[in-house]
């Protein structure tokens, strides 16, 4: 008979230990939702919505946008952390300014960039043909110039609004 009473409080702290954990799951899962990926999401549409049909997103350090557009990256390099870059330069040919002139031939209409901002390789191109129209949360977008003016324009505001 001792045993019974053993086992009861046992099973009232499980159920007592069960409700608690399930109590501050619902919790977090209510209170603790984030917003980022519905604003990026809203952002990615509407920018896609203002580029010409077939355009293209070329990704360093900003995967989000590929991944929420279902593209590729026309490199299989798009994060340059953790020695990637020094890769580059011993493996690519011409090196990392090798790879910045690769990525000038692709000519993407857009090239996201992470938050770290470009690689000092890439700034040549985005001199010559990109313009940087705003942000997004964990990238910056940076438009082709054969995008047109009143496109990038309301690419620019759209991104502003948001």
Known sequence: MGRLPKAWIALTLVLAWVGVATAASFAYSVGERDQTLLQQRRDVA????????GSRILSVDAPQPL???GQTN???????????????????????????EWVAEQAPTVIALGNAGAPGWLDPVLAESYHRL??????????????PLADREAIRATLAEN
Request: proline share 6%; no cysteine; glycine share 16%.
């Open 46 to 53: 509407a920018v896609m919505s203002l580029l010409p049909p």
């Open 67 to 69: 991944v929420l557009t």
């Open 74 to 100: 026309a490199s299989r390099f798009q994060v340059f952390s953790g020695g990637l870059t020094a890769y580059l330069q011993d493996t690519w040919p011409g090196g990392t300014q090798g790879y910045g």
């Open 134 to 147: 705003g942000r997004s949360n964990g990238w910056t977008w940076a438009v082709s110039d054969s995008v």
